[in-house]
């Protein structure tokens, strides 16, 4: 991702020069499964279920060009997993969902997506 893309079409719109496609947020997770036992006593009693969980990830980006949006849905459509990396961490992943909105004012060919994606643990 972020490739140069050169000036974009419309002199008035914020990307001009950006990289597409331009991830903007990029956010991993981790959530564990904690019980919570409600007993009698001066303070309930809490206990962690699982000890290995999966790591999420959500990545907002921006298509500028018809054929970045080709290789992007031709991705999604494979339904295999994917290596992803970041400077965070870097690993397998599955694709869960992807959205692409278009927002009035801009060109047709501005497409604001949402990617998410689980670690693939096979």
């Known amino acids: 991702m972020n490739i140069p ?3 974009y079409p419309n002199e008035y719109n914020e990307d001009s020069g950006l990289g597409q496609p331009n991830p903007t947020r990029i956010s991993w997770s981790k959530t564990y499964d904690v019980a919570i036992h409600k007993i009698p006593s001066p303070a309930w009693k809490t206990m962690q279920t699982s000890r290995k969980t999966l790591w999420n990830l959500d990545i907002d ?3 500028l060009e018809q054929n970045k949006m ?3 849905i031709f991705i999604v459509n494979q339904n295999e997993p994917v ?3 970041t ?3 870097s690993m ?3 694709i869960q969902s992807f959205s692409a909105n278009a927002e009035a004012g801009y060109v047709d060919s501005r497409w604001l997506c ?3 994606l689980v670690e693939v643990n096979d």
């Open 87 to 89: 400077y965070f961490q």
């Open 5 to 7: 893309s050169g000036p």
């Open 61 to 63: 980006f921006t298509i």
């Open 114 to 116: 949402t990617i998410k």
């Open 92 to 94: 397998w992943m599955y």
């Open 70 to 72: 080709s290789e992007i």
């Open 83 to 85: 290596y992803i990396r």
